[in-house]
């Protein structure tokens, strides 16, 4: 079986659409090789060989070998060098590369090839004795940390003290001499670590280096990654093998990353950097500061070092129509590694560049307008859920802030929170409901779980491209980076900043647009939805079918909903409203009354008050279908817990402590979600959902008439069972509905309906429909009762059902679509199988979530509805599932 794919020399095996077999890294290079760019030669070793390396015992199977020698002998031939040959060797890289990026895997090793031979053989090849030997003892160290797995510590201490006997700071301050003798330092480290030299076979250090990347992709970096982001175990990784090209050649010799525009705003500028002499890792590791690409970028910051517009003009102008090509090749945003060896530009890696959720915008938008995407393609890049970044609140630019360090603005947004020095106590603290930000020196892979777990990230090292900027940016996460006036004192757990001290768990605030670094919390204030938000939402309404609602109650709520684009609302718990300090006294009073008179006195006192907030919120939605959901909670939820409390009620009601006590007594329940609640209430005491529907009706009535629109209530009935609970309740409302409408002499249009929220009424939704003209799938219930679990009580098991995958996902926050969506399903079939029109919606937390509003438009429902902040995020995402579904 071909296991082996060559790429390079103006050709390639592949292209980008392989990624599942060549991975990304290896489908990109090919594809790039194939379009004619300068793409060293090399091979990529399928992702199926990762399985079978692990069925070989951990080796790579006779055949997979004898297909690697040979694409060898076909990069040999392209660069007319020779794989261990002492006067003209060919040194290779060896790249991990699974389908999508994955930091955790096996770092790159560079200069493989090189032994106590072709290091002379290449010193003299070059002309360039300083080059062969740094090539050689950056080769050491890095074979000796990610292959041989020894301490890396040993060699950067090496290199530190070199440089200190030297009397220099940067490493290309050490001359040949110097690096020849690091490099016998080196081979003594190996030596006495390992007990046997530094493998000095060619041959064997490939091997040894393919093997250490499939072995790699087992390891428990590898593992949380593909965890966190939900890759499966058995893609496994490709190996890419690839001619080297030299950036530490020299002052005409260079390395560097850049993005096509800027990944954080969007902008369509390039956003880089680079480093003169140097190879790939300098620029990531932040051994040396990098210099800008531009010129602008460069003045802008106030930097000094020339960019590379400035230092290398021409190659520099090269680079510049490779990007534009490359964009328009891919139409997307481009992440891209470049090496200049002696003045030639050599591209070594293009991916979609990741970027934050304004950055997505912007480009999406401005693609449409160059003319590289459709409108439709550009809703569908944009990850909804990554939406909720923009639409949260950031800092208030007017508020007071005590600066304590500034960094680098790596990823934008704000966050405040308790300072935390490692990843493993950050997601300790998480866990125990401290927002967490995670401060470090720098971050590598090791900290991916603690990156997760925090609010925000702080590292005092590394640039706009460091690891912690580029993985923060990908999670969402703010991120100051490069805050060079701190420092972290691991052992007393403290950070020191500027002669000040900040003690771990005491409080501040990072500003990712800024970089400022802050003590304490600072006030925040609401985004701002116009430009391309409002464009490409207007793009994602074209191509929506789901209406989508917003759960409000308060008015302000409703406003805030909106204006983010609500259609209505899908509920409104009046509940809610029985907590305001003016009515919560007759709320008690009349759940305190020991007969129907004394409730119907104290509910006396609630009509108007309620009628006053069902008419303020009909105002405000102005004639936008509004579903008001009667009284759900339990009544003793109403009450105090405590003594303090019984008192405090007893004096406002004027009854006497002993009754209240009684009452209270009484009301208590075992098991109050399951209890007196929902329907359950209105059947037993009608009195109290009679109250409720005549406040809805006297408002509508009331607002119709004051603004001559029309007011269409839709009164819904929780916890609803049996078809039985919901036709006596209906009849209670009709009832009221008519009683009204003679008194005012004005009739109005209006629904009733019901949740469904319980199994049986799932199963039953036929009968049931009979009685209803809408259902709303209330799924919160619906998946504490059809899974058994409360939702309060989850958080302590849910985290390891998750990672064994007894459920794909938190079912509380992406629906559990085999288990509650089967129900969903069949009771929106058997409702409309009674009743064609019968209108469906979804109002549980998962209304706003993106793969449950997938699933809801696969079923047809005719709405969603989510919290007011998550309305823009449902309108894309009922947008995409419209434009998936075709
Ligand atoms: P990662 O996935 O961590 O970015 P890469 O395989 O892309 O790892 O390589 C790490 C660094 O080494 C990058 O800067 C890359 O450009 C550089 N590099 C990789 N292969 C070569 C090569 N053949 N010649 C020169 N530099 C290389
Ligand atoms: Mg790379
Ligand atoms: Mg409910």
């Known amino acids: 079986m071909k296991s082996v794919f060559r790429f390079g020399g103006g050709t390639a095996e592949g292209d980008a ?7 990304g890294k290896g489908a990109n290079l090919a594809e790039m090789a194939g379009i004619g760019l300068a793409v060293p030669p090399g091979l990529t070793i399928a992702t199926s060989v990762c399985a079978a390396y692990y069925d070989a015992g951990g080796r790579l199977p006779d055949d997979v070998q004898a297909q690697v020698l040979d694409s060898l002998a076909f990069i040999e031939g392209v660069t007319a060098k020779k794989f261990g040959d002492a006067t003209n060797p060919l040194l290779v890289s060896v790249r991990s590369g699974a389908r999508v990026s994955m930091p955790g895997m096996m770092d790159t090793v560079l200069n493989l090839g090189l032994n106590d031979q072709t290091v002379e053989g290449l010193a003299a090849a070059s002309g360039n004795a300083r080059f062969a030997w740094d090539s050689y003892r950056r080769f050491i160290q890095m074979y000796g940390d990610v292959v041989l797995e020894l301490d890396h510590y040993a060699f950067e201490d090496a290199l530190e003290i070199a440089k200190e006997d030297k009397g220099v700071t940067q490493d290309t301050g050490l001359d040949a001499d110097d690096l020849r003798k690091l490099v016998a330092r080196y081979m003594a480290i190996v030596e006495q670590a390992l007990g046997r030299p530094f493998p000095q076979d060619p041959h064997e250090q490939l091997w040894g280096a393919i093997g250490a990347v499939f072995g790699s992709w087992r390891s428990d970096r590898a593992r949380t990654y593909r965890r966190l982001n939900d890759i499966p175990e058995n893609w496994g990784t490709a190996v890419n093998v690839q001619a080297m090209v030299f950036g530490n050649l020299g002052d005409t010799s260079a390395t560097g ?13 390039w956003y880089g950097e680079y480093l003169i002499n140097a190879q790939g890792e300098d620029v990531v590791a932040g051994i040396r500061t990098p210099q800008y690409l531009t010129k602008a970028a460069r003045e802008k910051a106030g930097a000094k070092a020339a960019s590379m517009e ?37 591209i070594l890696q293009t991916r979609s560049g990741k970027r934050t959720a304004k950055a997505a915008l912007r480009i999406a938008v401005d693609m449409v307008g160059e003319g590289l995407i459709t ?23 007017k508020a007071v802030r005590d600066i304590i360090a500034r960094g680098l603005p790596a990823s934008p947004g704000a966050a405040s929170g308790i300072v935390v020095l490692d990843s493993d106590s950050a997601e300790i603290r998480a866990l125990a409901g401290d927002s967490v930000i995670l401060v470090r020196t720098e971050t590598s892979p090791e900290d991916i779980h603690g990156m997760h777990a925090a609010r925000g990230i702080l590292t005092a090292r590394g640039g706009m491209t460091s690891h912690a900027a580029v993985v923060a940016r990908g999670m969402g996460r703010p991120c100051v980076s490069g805050a060079g006036g701190i420092s972290i004192d691991l052992v007393g757990r403290t950070v020191s900043t500027g002669g000040r001290i900040v ?52 008015p302000e709520d409703c406003r805030v909903a909106r204006q983010f684009g609500a259609e209505g609302i899908g509920l409104c718990r009046t509940e809610h409203m029985f907590f305001e300090p003016s009515r919560i006294t007759a709320v008690r009073r009349m759940i305190l009354a020991e007969d129907t008179a004394g409730r119907e ?25 509004v579903t008001i959901r009667l009284l759900d909670p339990p009544l003793h939820e109403f009450l105090p817990h405590d003594d303090e409390g019984l008192a405090d009620v007893a004096a406002a009601t004027g009854l006497p402590e002993t009754l209240v006590r009684r009452r209270i007594n009484e009301l208590h329940e075992f098991n109050p979600m399951l209890g007196h609640r929902g329907c359950r209430l209105g ?4 009195e109290i959902y009679a109250m409720q529907a005549r406040a809805i009706f006297e408002a509508a009535v009331k607002v119709a008439q004051e603004t001559g629109a029309a007011v269409v209530p839709e009164v819904m009935v929780p916890l609803v069972a049996t078809a039985k609970e919901l036709e006596l309740t209906k009849a209670a409302i009709d009832a009221e509905a008519a009683a009204v409408f003679a008194a005012t002499g004005t009739t109005l249009d209006y629904l009733v309906g019901t949740m469904i929220e319980l199994p049986r009424a799932a199963l039953r939704a036929g009968d049931i429909a009979a009685h209803a003209q809408f259902f709303s799938f209330g799924t919160n219930d619906l998946t504490q009762t059809t899974l058994g679990i409360s939702r309060d009580d989850s958080a302590r098991f849910m985290g390891p059902y998750v990672e064994k995958g007894i459920y794909p996902k938190d079912p509380f926050v992406s629906i559990d679509e085999d288990g509650v969506g089967e129900l969903v399903a069949l009771a929106a079939e058997r409702g409309r199988s ?35 902040y998550r309305v823009p995020i449902a309108r894309l995402a009922a947008a995409q599932a419209a434009l998936k579904k075709g």
């Open 257 to 269: 990353v850049a993005f096509t525009r800027d990944p954080s705003t969007g902008e369509h500028a």
């Open 310 to 346: 400035e230092a290398m003009p021409v190659v520099f102008a090269e680079l510049g129509r490779t990007f534009d090509l490359l964009e328009r090749h891919y139409r997307d945003m481009q992440d891209i590694e470049f090496t200049v060896e002696d003045n030639r530009l050599y």
């Open 503 to 554: 003690k771990e768990g005491d409080r501040i605030t990072i500003d990712g647009a800024t970089g400022d670094v802050m003590l304490g919390d600072v006030p925040t204030v609401e985004p701002d939805l116009s430009g391309d938000f409002g464009i490409l939402m207007e793009w994602a309404d074209k191509h929506r079918r789901l209406k989508v609602r917003t759960n409000a109650e308060t």
């Open 17 to 23: 659409t392989q990624k599942e077999l060549l991975g």
């Open 601 to 625: 006195a104290a509910l006396a006192e609630l009509l108007p008050e309620q009628r006053a907030d069902f008419a303020e919120i009909f105002r405000v939605m102005a004639g936008l279908p």
């Open 375 to 397: 409108e439709a393609e550009a809703v569908k890049r944009v990850d909804a859920s990554a939406m909720d970044q923009l639409l949260h609140p950031t800092l208030d630019p």
């Open 683 to 686: 059947i037993t005491y009608p």
């Open 834 to 868: 009674v009743k064609p029109d019968l209108k469906l919606g979804i109002c549980g937390e998962h209304g706003g979530d993106p793969a449950s509003i997938l699933f809801c438009e696969g079923l047809g429902l005719d709405y969603v509805s989510c919290s007011p």
